[in-house]
Nanobody
Framework: QLQLVESGGGLVQPGGSLRLSCAAS????????IGWFRQAPGKEREGVSC????????NYADSVKGRFTISRDNAKNTVFLQMNSLKPEDTAIYSC?????????????????WGKGTLVTVSS
């Protein structure tokens, strides 16, 4: 079965850290750009970060710049999102998508695979 599977979510206090993983099953990630997205209750889904297939290009939403870091390990067929200095407003379901480029992922265009998401809750 061809799918993306996210993991690493959970409950964390404000100021804490989590590392999310996006693993591919049934296909290899190394030819895809991977984007992380999140959807908070009652809000639209938004792009958080993206990494190109080679890993040489990354981008971040302004709200997470300096706090989140995206990386990939193609040997492990996995993309990571390191989240530091978490805030209550980071609470959301985080999901990853695989596409042809970060440019297209940002526009929700030509997304080949989606994961089901992992819940991140930032609360004291």
């Amino acid at each position: 079965q061809l799918q993306l599977v996210e993991s690493g979510g959970g409950l964390v206090q404000p100021g804490g850290s989590l590392r999310l993983s996006c693993a591919a099953s049934g296909f290899t990630l190394d030819t895809y750009a991977i984007g992380w997205f999140r959807q908070a209750p009652g809000k639209e889904r938004e792009g958080v970060s993206c990494i190109s297939s080679s890993g040489t290009f990354t981008n971040y939403a302004d709200s997470v710049k300096g706090r989140f870091t995206i990386s990939r390990d193609n040997a492990k067929n996995t993309v990571f999102l390191q989240m530091n200095s978490l805030k209550p407003e980071d609470t959301a379901i985080y999901s990853c998508g695989a596409g042809s480029s970060c440019h297209n992922l940002a526009r929700y265009y030509d997304i080949r695979y989606w994961g089901k998401g992992t819940l991140v809750t930032v609360s004291s």
